[in-house]
């Protein structure tokens, strides 16, 4: 699932994974573990998350080739941040297997709309999960909710700038494949999980 920061790729990743019954592999939330637990990984990648720029390809690769050979990822899964880059999509290519349809989903979200709701964005402090606007404490676990440390407005800036630099080409990569959809993220979450659904079923079945 491909978009700019803010689209609602996560919370719409989450939702597909559960209809499809797959994993969602988010490569943010990866990392964002990593940082917590102070791994070697998380404290190499604390910094320049902090900062909204892109961890290395090599590593990032690294980590999707390990995610997708675990055992719950054999029947499909859902990617939300990753590729992100020509060359993270050029690795990510060779890795897939062939006889498997792949949809490539777009969120598209103009720009006025990203910086508004990130500047507004709050995700709970344990799960992680992001609630729409006016929710006070995690529906999921109770957890505090607080602002992602790369929500604000100078980071969310360099994450839009670097957005438009390094993973919006991919799109032009993509959008000649034949599983490439656009859905339209600036409506209700409900219609843009519809119509995700929909675009993804038109690449892969209803339930494969
Ligand atoms: P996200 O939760 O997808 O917005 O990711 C948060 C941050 O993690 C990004 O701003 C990057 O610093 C880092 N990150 C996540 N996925 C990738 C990726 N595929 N390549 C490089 N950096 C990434």
């Not at 892109?54 to 941040?81: H, K």
Request: glycine share 10%; aromatic share 4%.
């Amino acid at each position: 699932m491909l978009g700019p920061p803010g689209a609602g790729k996560g919370t719409q990743a989450e939702r597909l994974a559960r209809r499809r019954g797959v994993p969602r592999i988010s490569t943010g939330d990866i990392l964002r573990e990593a940082v917590q637990a102070e791994t070697p990984l998380g404290r190499a990648a604390r910094a320049i998350m902090d900062a909204g720029r892109l961890v290395g390809d090599d590593v990032m690769v690294g980590i999707v080739r390990e995610r997708l050979e675990r055992p719950d990822a054999t029947a499909g899964w859902v990617l939300d941040g990753f590729p992100r880059t020509v060359a993270q999509a050029q690795a990510f290519d060779r890795m897939l297997d062939r006889t498997w349809p792949v949809a490539i989903i777009s969120v598209e979200v103009p720009e006025h709309a990203l910086i508004e709701r990130l500047g507004a964005r709050r995700i709970c402090v344990k799960c992680g999960w992001s609630p729409p606007p006016g929710v006070t404490e995690c529906e999921r676990c109770g957890g505090q909710l607080v602002r992602r440390k790369d929500d604000t407005v100078d980071v969310v800036k360099e994450r839009l700038r670097v957005y438009l630099r390094d993973t919006q080409p991919l799109l032009d990569l993509y959008h000649e494949q034949p599983g490439f959809r656009t859905v339209d993220g600036d409506q209700t979450p409900d219609a843009v999980a519809a119509d995700i659904a929909a675009a993804v079923a038109s690449v892969v079945g209803a339930n494969s």
